[in-house]
């Protein structure tokens, strides 16, 4: 008696099932994965995001290099396709802070930055950071302020100036600081706890205080 062979045709619906129940799986994964759901234009190797991390806006215009973390909490707001937010290797966001930039603003972190709870980076003017940069929580940065000279309109109706802040490589930035628009923070410079800086800082410098004045040079006099 011959032994039957399966057929053809047999074989061929077999090996669709399959692999539906493959490519099924595969996305059931992927979904899974909280990198792949936001659909980030790109994040690298190790990188996590904690719990409950919001992301609002445009997620394809946000970019995490490899090992960054995103803490519990997390706000990434990219508001639209003209708006874009970097944050460079090992790099790390924790609970409770928001980067937010509206259209066409931009926010770039360098590589190895810490962003302590509840800070608040603006990119609405640009905000770009070197590497190493260290800020402490509660602080605020805004490269953008309101027009206000018209005391006979509403200043909700007279736009903003933005200039931008650029901060530099190995700065830190203590707690409860204000990093206003149009600042540029030399490398290795330290701003004292409280302080509000609405003028560039010499590279190693420390200021504090309200508005923020050098208190000493690291280096050199």
């Not at 053809?8 to 979904?31: G, H, M, S």
């Not at 990198?35 to 996590?48: A, E, H, N, W």
Request: proline share 4%; charged share 20%.
């Amino acid at each position: 008696m011959g032994i039957r062979t399966p057929g053809v045709n047999w074989l061929v619906r077999i090996a669709r099932k399959y692999r539906l129940c493959a490519d099924t799986i595969q996305a059931e994964l992927n979904i899974s994965d909280p990198l792949v759901k936001y659909g980030f234009r790109s994040y690298g190797q190790g990188t996590k995001l904690g719990n409950g991390v919001e992301v609002i806006g445009v997620a394809s215009r946000i970019l995490l290099g490899q090992n960054v973390s995103i803490g519990d909490g997390v706000r990434l707001v990219c508001s639209d396709q003209t708006a874009e937010i970097i944050i460079g290797d090992g790099t790390v966001i924790q609970s409770r802070a928001i980067l937010e930039t509206g259209p066409g603003g931009r926010i770039e972190l360098g590589k190895m930055n810490s962003v302590n709870p509840y800070c608040v980076l603006y990119g609405h003017g640009g905000l770009t950071t070197g590497d190493y940069v260290r800020i402490a929580a509660h602080t605020v940065i805004i490269p953008a302020s309101h027009v206000f000279e018209d005391p006979d309109r509403p200043i909700a109706r007279q736009g903003l100036t933005k200039q931008g802040i650029r901060i530099g490589r190995d700065v830190w930035i203590a707690c409860g600081c204000r990093i206003l628009d149009g600042v540029e923070i030399g490398d290795g410079s330290v701003i004292a706890a409280g302080a509000v800086v609405n003028r560039n800082v010499v590279p190693f410098a420390v200021v504090g205080g309200v508005p923020a004045k050098v208190i000493k040079m690291r280096r050199g006099k």
